[in-house]
């Protein structure tokens, strides 16, 4: 059994920056590069496998040969997405559907819950989850009439915070935030407002019909109880775990032995430098750890979070 290391793939966008490159040292395509997409099978953006046995191999294509690797996990698609996102501006106010909703009017794709966690940030950033509206009916006449100021619900960001953002949840990150993203590997996104930014002198397309049909109202909040314990070499906080997920990080100092039990387990290096089972690791790295792959010893001042898929 051998780590299964992934040359991520980078994404440009409107609201991209150069983070990617001056804080993880990647090579990305332009000064405004929006995504790492880390860990990804999603064929608008596939990771690739770099060395090992399968060193070359699209990760949605070893999904398909290898599936014992993830433990049969059900599916045709790896069903995980992990990105890191530099947004030097503001991303626009959107919402994803549900699996149901996406199935129905998305050609069959998954619906998209996703998870942030807030890797940096300047002072006083904030960003948007939920909103003000009272009802549905309300929620659609903010909407219609644009009234984003009353609208929009914004909450202060400090490095280290952990959203949950459930399918029908408003949502948006604001520029000046670098952030982890764990989510179903979907590109399902509904726009409801782009602060009436033009790309290539035109609007990015919205998607108000859909917005309304799919955004919860009223906003209730779905962040679960973050717990943190001390392991022997390692300090463990359990962020989330939701029907699709289950994500956790891991500050190891020295040395820190574990199996994982899941299918597969996904691994970003968020600082730090060391070993796993001997291979060298550092910030900027990303692995899945295959199914029963056993006892594994991390080495070294690390700081990672792990991601695995729930039970299907
Ligand atoms: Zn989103």
Redesign the pocket.
Known sequence: MELLMIKPVFKEAIWGGKKLREVFHYTIPSDKTGECWAISGHPNGEGSIDGGSFDGMKLGTLWKDRPELFGHYPGNQFPLLVKIIDAQQDLSI?V?PDDAYASVHEHGSLG?T?CWYVLDCEPGTEIVIGHHARDKAEMEAMIRSQSWDKFIRKVPVKKGDFFQ?DPGCL?AIKGGTLILETQQSSDI?YRVYDYDRLSDGKPRPLHVEQSIATINAPFVSCQGEIVKEELCGAVHTHLITCPYYSVDKYEIHGEWETEFASYFTNVSVLEGEGTVDGVPVKKGCHFILPHRYGNCKFRGELSIICSSPEKA
């Open positions: 959107q994803h998209k996703e953002i949502h996104t």
